[in-house]
Structure formats: structure tokens, C-alpha cells
């Protein structure tokens, strides 16, 4: 069964660092998602894609955050510089054009220390 | 903007039993889905439900079920002769059926699901 896959699965970092998260859709699926999830919270979405282009973007923290999908295939959020605030879980979800459902990944889990 | 509210932190249930889990949400659009996701611990998120607004029949898979009542935006879920492996956090979402927001999902807080045996 196809999956959305994610890498890595755990991250710690030092303040001030530099992080970046990937995420592989199931193929063939043009919306991709990315999602912050905040523990014990449920999850907010960061960006969204379709294809290669940005459609949503308005809560990502664009002065730390960025994201790109290059070849409208698999995707990088980057965070520079991390702060304490970012710990957190990210998650990448994608659905196929026309799909109602999300399908997500296992995600990352970011400790910032 | 869409609102989503689960008001039960925590919940638990003996198994074989049967449990609700509220949410209630606010929109001012008429047209748009409701989804309860099941998140175990450590793993990935997934659907266990979906409910289309425009549909009056209370969307059923398996032994989950919803009460869908758009008049009141209240969209609950039941699951019926309760397993260990329900045991999970759940969550409630919405998404708008167009719109500049469309594919978003605007999730609740969550509920904290304990299946004792």
C-alpha cells in the first residue's frame, strides 16, 4: 500500500541551528501539505502545494520558515534559525487531485534544545 | 475563518462498550466535510470517517458512526463494541468544500481515547 514517506523521524537541534525535513508523497498525488503539530494539539497547517506551486502559505513564519517542491514531487521544509518554540511534530500529508482525504505521513518530531 | 472544537481532553471506555466522541465546529459556508482522524501513539494519522455536509445520512464505517447535526455544528463520533486497538488520540476536522481555503484541514484539539480491557 502506497505511503507518504518522511524523513527523518526524530530531529534534536540546538537554537539558532538550521533544520530541514523532507516528505515523498504517494505518487501521483499533486496536493501536498504541511502541517505543525504542537503536542497535545492538533495540527496546523503550515503550507500547502499544489503541483510545484505555493497555494496556501498565510501560517508559515516566512521570516524562519520555507518550503519548496521543486518538481511538484517530493517536498523540503527548511527552518533557519530553529527556536525553542519550534518543537514540535511536522507532518506532511498529500491527496490526489479532486480527493476529499488527506493521507499522512509518520512525521517528523522536532526538539529544539 | 472555520473553528473546530473537541470539549473532551480525555476519554476511556471498557472494551466491547460503546463511546461518543463531541465536536462541534463553526462556518458560515453551507457546503463542506467533516473527518474524524484516529492518531495511535507513535504512528501516522488516519481517516477513519468522513461525512459530506450536503448529505442528511449519518456517514457509517464498520463500528464507527456519526451523528451529523449541521443545524447545531455538531458532528460526533461513535464507536461501537470498543477494541484495544481503538486506544488513540482522535481528531475532528474540517474542511471546506471551495473557496481560497480549499484542501485545507482545520483541525480540533483532540480527545485522548483509553480502551481498559
Not at chain 1, 88 to 106: E, K, N, W
Not at chain 2, 73 to 78: D, I
Not at chain 2, 92 to 98: L, M, P, T, V
Request: proline share 5%.
Amino acid at each position: 500500500e502506497a505511503e507518504v514517506a518522511q524523513s527523518p523521524r526524530y530531529k534534536i537541534t540546538e537554537k539558532s541551528q538550521a533544520v530541514a525535513f523532507w516528505c515523498d508523497p504517494i505518487s501521483g498525488h499533486a496536493t501536498l501539505y504541511w502541517y505543525r503539530q504542537i503536542l497535545g494539539q492538533g495540527p496546523e497547517l503550515l503550507v500547502q502545494f499544489q503541483d510545484e506551486s505555493v497555494v496556501d502559505d498565510s501560517q508559515l513564519p516566512k521570516d524562519r520558515f520555507s518550503a519548496e517542491r521543486l518538481k511538484g514531487v517530493d517536498s523540503t521544509l527548511k527552518i533557519q534559525p530553529a527556536e525553542l518554540g519550534d518543537s514540535a511534530m511536522y507532518l506532511c500529508a498529500s491527496s490526489p487531485v479532486g480527493g476529499i482525504g488527506q493521507f499522512f505521513g509518520p512525521g517528523t518530531r522536532l526538539t529544539v534544545l | 475563518a472555520q473553528t473546530v472544537t473537541q470539549s473532551q481532553p480525555e476519554m476511556s471506555v471498557q472494551e466491547a462498550e460503546t463511546v461518543t466522541l463531541s465536536c462541534t465546529y463553526d462556518t458560515s459556508e453551507s457546503d463542506y466535510y467533516l473527518f474524524w482522524y484516529k492518531q495511535p501513539p507513535s504512528r501516522q494519522m488516519i481517516l477513519v470517517i468522513r461525512q459530506e455536509a450536503y448529505k442528511q445520512q449519518n456517514a457509517t464505517e464498520n463500528r464507527f458512526s456519526v451523528n451529523f447535526q449541521k443545524a447545531a455544528k455538531s458532528f460526533s463520533l461513535k464507536i461501537s463494541d470498543s477494541q484495544l486497538g481503538d486506544a488513540a488520540m482522535y481528531f475532528c476536522a474540517y474542511r471546506s468544500r471551495g473557496g481560497t481555503s480549499y484542501g485545507k484541514l482545520t483541525f480540533g484539539q483532540g480527545t485522548i481515547l483509553t480502551v481498559h480491557p
